[in-house]
Antibody
Framework: EVQLVESGGGLVQPGGSLRLSCAAS????????MHWVRQAPGKGLVWVSR????????NYADSVKGRFTISRDNAKNTLFLQMNSLRAEDTAVYYC??????????????WGQGTTVTVSS | SYELTQPPSVSVSPGQTASITCSGD??????VCWYQQKAGQSPVMVIY???KRPSGIPERFSGSNSGNIATLTISGTQAMDEADYYC?????????FGGGTKMTVL
């Protein structure tokens, strides 16, 4: 079964750091681009970041650029999101998602269940 | 930055046709995906490449994209289709989501 399982969320104070993980199984993780997408409470989906298959190319939303770092360990089939200088507005459910390998699909065909990050004092 | 605009909500009666729009500058020049998110669940892709359905998505879901507007159409709407729907496109190397539309099946 194709699966993505996020972990690492929790309560953190403003200015603090947190590292999210996403464990992939059931597919060849190392050939897929991967994304992080977040959703603040009661709000819509917001794209955060993506990384290419070998980790050499990354992109970020302006709102997290310079604070968040996406990375991956293909040997361990795991995607990461290092979040520093956290702000209250970073409070959200964070989803990892797989980008379809079919070029014309241009979307995310597998999503995890999400992990909740709360930034509050 | 590129923006996608959706109506906040739509209502439809069971068995009727629901249409959800997504507007953006020259959106017809891009491929659009649509996602369904039911309450408390993760998003699921229901349309890709403007009008194609992933495996397992019912035929009642269809899409179109032309000019500045993409449209998700749900024919013969069922109670199980009540959910939030999001359009998605690319702006250079970044992903853009619409604000989402809450569809209520009355």
């Amino acid at each position: 079964e194709v699966q993505l399982v996020e972990s690492g969320g929790g309560l953190v104070q403003p200015g603090g750091s947190l590292r999210l993980s996403c464990a992939a199984s059931g597919f060849t993780f190392s050939i897929y681009w991967m994304h992080w997408v977040r959703q603040a409470p009661g709000k819509g989906l917001v794209w955060v970041s993506r990384i290419n298959s070998d980790g050499s190319t990354t992109n970020y939303a302006d709102s997290v650029k310079g604070r968040f770092t996406i990375s991956r360990d293909n040997a361990k089939n795991t995607l990461f999101l290092q979040m520093n200088s956290l702000r209250a507005e970073d409070t959200a459910v964070y989803y990892c998602a797989r980008e379809s390998i079919v070029p014309t699909i241009t979307g995310m065909d597998v999503w995890g269940q999400g992990t909740t990050v709360t930034v509050s004092s | 930055s590129y923006e996608l605009t959706q109506p906040p909500s739509v209502s439809v009666s069971p068995g009727q046709t629901a249409s959800i729009t997504c507007s953006g500058d020259k959106l017809g020049d891009k491929y659009v995906c649509w996602y369904q998110q039911k309450a408390g669940q993760s998003p699921v892709m229901v349309i890709y490449q403007d009008s194609k359905r992933p495996s397992g998505i019912p035929e009642r879901f269809s899409g179109s994209n032309s000019g500045n507007i993409a449209t998700l159409t749900i024919s013969g709407t069922q109670a199980m289709d009540e959910a939030d729907y999001y359009c998605q496109a690319w702006d250079s190397s970044t992903v853009v989501f619409g604000g989402g539309t809450k569809m209520t099946v009355l």
